[in-house]
Every structure is written in structure tokens, then in C-alpha cells.
């Protein structure tokens, strides 16, 4: 079946210890975003990849960059964790051909910043 | 710009009985709406989706929902739910223009025996 996976689904870091998560998708969608979300709130925007095309939102940290090196993957980085970075960050894709935006996404990475 | 309002941010309901989770949204242009259901330590799965035409738009897991553009809600019913039902319920919005989705602030479901 076609998918969108996270790796991994639980990740434990240090305060300040850079951390990378991945995304990876077999629907061959020319668009991926990253969300980060908090306890008990809405997925928030990080960013979104338009094919190579990097577009972020204008409220995202520096402490959170992003590398697209082909199609399937996707990968999140995050330089310096603070405590306040711990969350549940979700991956997910969309097909720009579509002129509605629905997207497709991944069961999500549990970050612990300890 | 756009924003969704989710104004429940839990409802408790007995096994069975009939739900309703109420969204209301804001755009200055034509919007496409979205609910996702996120079960826990999941990511969203896509229950259903308002295009255009028929404003009763049915979903799975036998959701529906309709969409009425005077009153710019997009509200979520089942008539009978399960346990297996309780969930965080995202109702959502895009426009033709901008890529991404704007959320709301979520319903917690809790169906109860």
C-alpha cells in the first residue's frame, strides 16, 4: 500500500544534542510538509517542500532546518533541542496536480527532550 | 486570511447515541474542508472532505458532514458511535491559493459504555 512512514515513531534526545527525523513516501507526492505538534493542539506549519522548492513559515525557529534529497525522503533537523521542542512531529504529503489540498500522513515521530 | 474554530474542545457521549462536532471557519475566498481523526500516539487519517457540490459529504467509518456556506460551518455527525470512536477529531480548511491546511484547535471525542 501506498504510505507515508516516519522513523522513528519514538525518539529520545538530550537538551541541546542535535536530532534528526525522517520521512519517507511511496505515493510519489511532489509536495511534503513537516508539522510539530504540542499536547493536546492543532498540528502547527513548520514547512513544506514544493518539489526542491523550500518554503518556510514565517513564525518557524532557525533551531529547525530541513534537507529534501530526492522525492521519497524527507528529513527534519533540529540543531539544538530545547525542552520546549519536545512534541509529536508529523510528516505529510500532498499531490500538487490536485486543485484542493488534501493531505496524506504519516503515524508521526514522539520527540523527548531530556 | 483563514481560521478555523472548533468550539467543543471535548464531548463526552455514551455508546450508541448520536455526536455532533461543531466547526466553524472564516476565509475571504472559496475554501475546500477537511476532517481528520488522529488516534492516540497516530497521525491524522483523513475521514472526509468537502470539494463542491453536494454540501452532505459522507465519510468513513460512517461519519458525514455538511457544509453550509451561510452560516461557514463544516459540522461533523454520526448517528451512532462506537468506542472505538474516541479520538482527537481535526476539522480543517485550504484555499485554492495557499499550499497549506489551517487547523483547528481539535475535539476530543470520548464515547463511553
Known amino acids: 500500500d501506498a504510505m507515508v512512514i516516519q522513523n522513528p515513531r519514538y525518539q529520545v534526545t538530550q537538551f541541546g544534542k542535535p536530532v534528526t527525523l525522517s520521512c519517507s513516501q511511496t505515493?510519489?507526492?511532489?509536495?511534503m510538509y513537516w508539522y510539530q505538534q504540542k499536547s493536546s493542539q492543532a498540528p502547527k506549519l513548520l514547512f513544506h517542500?514544493?518539489?526542491?522548492?523550500?518554503?518556510n513559515e514565517a513564525d518557524t525557529p532557525d533551531n529547525f532546518q530541513s534537507r529534501r534529497p530526492n522525492t521519497s525522503f524527507c528529513f527534519l533537523d533540529i540543531r539544538s533541542p530545547g525542552l520546549g521542542d519536545a512534541a509529536m512531529y508529523l510528516c505529510?504529503?500532498?499531490?500538487?496536480?490536485?486543485?484542493?489540498?488534501?493531505?496524506?500522513f504519516g503515524p508521526g515521530t514522539r520527540l523527548t527532550v531530556l | 486570511a483563514q481560521s478555523v474554530t472548533q468550539l467543543d474542545s471535548q464531548v463526552p457521549v455514551f455508546e450508541e447515541a448520536p455526536v455532533e462536532l461543531r466547526c466553524n471557519y472564516s476565509?475571504?475566498?472559496?475554501?475546500?474542508l477537511f476532517w481528520y481523526v488522529q488516534y492516540p500516539n497516530q497521525g491524522l487519517q483523513l475521514l472526509l472532505k468537502?470539494?463542491?457540490?453536494?454540501?452532505l459529504v459522507k465519510g468513513i467509518n460512517g461519519f458525514e458532514a455538511e457544509f453550509n456556506k451561510s452560516q461557514t460551518s463544516f459540522h461533523l455527525r454520526k448517528p451512532s458511535v462506537h468506542i472505538s470512536d474516541t479520538a482527537e477529531y481535526f476539522c480543517?480548511?485550504?484555499?485554492?491559493?495557499?499550499?497549506?491546511?489551517?487547523f483547528g484547535s481539535g475535539t476530543r471525542l470520548q464515547v463511553q459504555p
Open positions: 505529510a504529503t500532498s499531490a500538487s496536480g490536485q486543485s484542493y489540498n488534501e493531505q496524506f
Open positions: 480543517a480548511v485550504s484555499d485554492t491559493g495557499r499550499r497549506a491546511l489551517t
Open positions: 517542500y514544493y518539489d526542491k522548492d523550500f518554503n
Open positions: 476565509s475571504s475566498v472559496s475554501v475546500y
Open positions: 468537502y470539494l463542491s457540490g453536494s454540501t
Open positions: 505515493l510519489n507526492h511532489n509536495v
